[in-house]
T-cell receptor
Framework: EAGVAQSPRYKIIEKRQSVAFWCNPISGHATLYWYQQILGQGPKLLIQFQNNGVVDDSQLPKDRFSAERLKGVDSTLKIQPAKLEDSAVYLC?????????????FGPGTRLTVL | AQSVSQHNHHVILSEAASLELGCNYSYGGTVNLFWYVQYPGQHLQLLLKYFSGDPLVKGIKGFEAEFIKSKFSFNLRKPSVQWSDTAEYFCAVSEGGTGFQKLVFGTGTRLLVSP
């Protein structure tokens, strides 16, 4: 079974530039998550999709971050404009169920460096 | 809001030593509890989980964890560690129930096992 795919794996940009990350979840997984993991911290949920609808985006900085899930499958996370404090690993995860404590499967992450 | 505390940020052990990593959470209701592990260069993956039932949970690679509700704890244990257990370990919590639950992660514990 193929895992969660993410691209790019690494990205370096200057502050005020924009950047986009892509995620392809495990086939058949209804729920998709984007996490931000700053160095020395645990992952923090940014946004959660159920199919192509947003379930939770309470911790997404909506003035600069946006995300969409196309046709309930792939997802993109965008930052515009980027700030220095956005330097982090951005993790995508997916899970099978529509609710409940299902196991989340994580992708390799995208390491973003903002200079 | 929920929070998760992992007391040890770095642990260094020799092979065959016993391991216990602490995890405490702050939430008074029903919870789902997880330990995730990230081996060097690999994705986050599930080590074990507790939803209900027997509070002593056994996971992969000889790990186990005990849920002590009165102490709001879910400590991870392994009787004899191996060099291959070198990794970062994350405790995570979500609210129990059948709705959409957000995973809240601790800051992680880096374990180094010396041969």
């Amino acid at each position: 079974e193929a895992g969660v795919a993410q691209s790019p794996r690494y990205k370096i940009i200057e502050k005020r530039q924009s950047v986009a990350f892509w995620c392809n979840p495990i086939s058949g997984h209804a729920t998709l998550y984007w996490y931000q993991q700053i160095l020395g911290q645990g992952p923090k949920l940014l946004i959660q999709f159920q199919n192509n609808g947003v379930v939770d985006d309470s911790q997404l900085p909506k003035d600069r971050f946006s995300a969409e899930r196309l046709k309930g499958v792939d997802s993109t996370l965008k930052i515009q404009p980027a700030k220095l404090e956005d330097s982090a690993v951005y993790l995508c995860a997916s899970s099978l169920g529509a609710g409940g404590p299902g196991e989340q499967f994580f992708g390799p992450g995208t390491r973003l460096t903002v200079l | 809001a929920q929070s998760v505390s992992q007391h040890n940020h770095h642990v260094i052990l020799s092979e065959a030593a016993s391991l216990e990593l602490g995890c405490n959470y702050s939430y008074g209701g029903t919870v789902n509890l997880f330990w995730y592990v990230q081996y060097p260069g690999q994705h986050l993956q599930l080590l074990l989980k507790y939803f209900s039932g027997d509070p002593l949970v056994k996971g992969i690679k000889g790990f186990e964890a005990e849920f002590i509700k009165s102490k709001f704890s879910f400590n991870l244990r392994k009787p004899s560690v191996q060099w291959s257990d070198t990794a970062e370990y994350f405790c995570a919590v979500s609210e129990g129930g059948t709705g959409f639950q957000k995973l809240v992660f601790g800051t992680g514990t880096r374990l180094l096992v010396s041969p």
